[in-house]
């Protein structure tokens, strides 16, 4: 780990105020943001979605779409969150050099951010928030590999302590990991991160870098995150693959949508809300995240 690097839990870097978007947005408190991903039945990128393509349902409900914004009119701050323990040594060479290309490709000078966080036993930022490039590959290069693992750690103090308070109400959050998907010493459980990640609107992409594939445990625990949050799981993990995953989803984030809403009879008590967004037409296909927590802030 770089000297310099801080705990990650008591980390309070020093924000700057982040560069607004094209679009204006006006925030309510029960306004609900949605990000989600629109291909046809073979899986390519739809662009010019409209609102009067799409319905949307909270906990069966339909609802009112307010606004509809493309990827260019929403600031994207991601956290790449890489598994530095000792069971990744092997492939972390890899791991280093396509985590450092697919930065160099996603993060729009002015516009985006990332950060880059490790994790073995414990949790660390090593380079927060920036649209500087050259910075966050410098902090990737100056990673090694040991240690156990607090994965479920490594997600929840990252959402809480950092991409929360990155860049205002209205960007899109997206969290990137690469692990094995095995913890031996979080002290956060992974219920309890998965519902941070749902409750605040934060996507999760997923690379398992266990070479086998044998751990079914693992491999769910590392879907689930993906799942949850409307992101993707890629397995089995071949390093010389890592390129192609990192594509994917640099292409998935350059063709996102957001959808806004306010729900009827919001009600901030905590409860979990399903969401569902239905094409009106056919040939849609639509990837989102499962609903939110109903508090007053959660996007």
Known sequence: MAACAASLAAQTPVQKKPTPPNTTFVRHVNEVNIVFAATNKHGKYLTGIKPAYLKVY?????????????????????????????????????????????????????????????????????????????????????????????????????????????????????????SDGADDASTVSLDRALKLAESTGVVIFAISTDPTGIDAHNDEVMNSFAAATGGLFFFPFRANALGR???????????????????????????????????KFGGIRIRARRGYFASLIRN
């Open 58 to 178: 909270d906990n069966n409900k339909l609802q009112k779409i307010k606004q509809l914004f493309t990827e260019n009119d929403v600031p994207l701050r991601l956290a790449l969150v890489l598994d530095t323990s000792t069971s990744v040594q092997v492939r972390f060479h890899f791991e280093q050099q396509a985590a450092i290309s697919f930065l160099e490709t996603i993060v729009r000078k002015g516009l985006d951010k990332a950060m880059v966080v490790a994790f073995d036993t414990r949790v660390t930022v090593e380079q927060p928030m920036t649209d500087n490039v050259h910075q966050l590959a410098h902090a990737i290069r100056g990673l090694s590999a040991n240690g156990g693992t607090a994965l479920y750690d490594a997600v929840y103090y990252t959402i809480r302590n950092e991409l929360l308070k990155s860049g205002g109400p209205h960007v899109r959050r997206v969290m990137v990991i690469i």
């Open 245 to 279: 995953m990192f594509t994917k989803i640099s292409y998935e984030l350059r063709h996102e949508y957001v959808v806004t809403y306010e729900p009827n009879n919001f009600v901030p008590n905590g409860a979990f809300h399903r969401v569902r967004i239905e094409p």
